[in-house]
């Protein structure tokens, strides 16, 4: 889940009380995750630099935590022609 500290459409504290009643609600041990955006808005709002960061970490994430294995060249910079 995923919020920003200046969003004015979803104030961040609904995002917490929306992650508390989840891992309430939960009967596994994993955690439920927020990540909280400083310095950022709702879509609009938020930097292009921040919304490409957000995008691999939620990459990296998926990658991660589905066990993806990906090619070794995976990542390398592309060489401009």
Do not use: Y
């Not at 609009?44 to 090619?71: R, S």
């Amino acid at each position: 889940m995923t919020t920003a500290d200046t969003d004015d459409r979803v104030i961040p504290g609904h995002s917490f009380k929306f992650a508390a009643a989840l891992q309430a609600a939960q009967a596994g041990p994993q955690p439920v995750l927020i990540r909280i955006e400083t310095r950022a808005g709702h879509g609009a709002g938020t930097p292009v630099a921040k919304m490409i960061e957000q995008g691999a970490d939620e990459w990296a994430f998926l990658v991660a935590n589905l066990g993806m294995k990906l090619p070794a060249r995976f990542g390398t910079p592309v060489r401009s022609r």
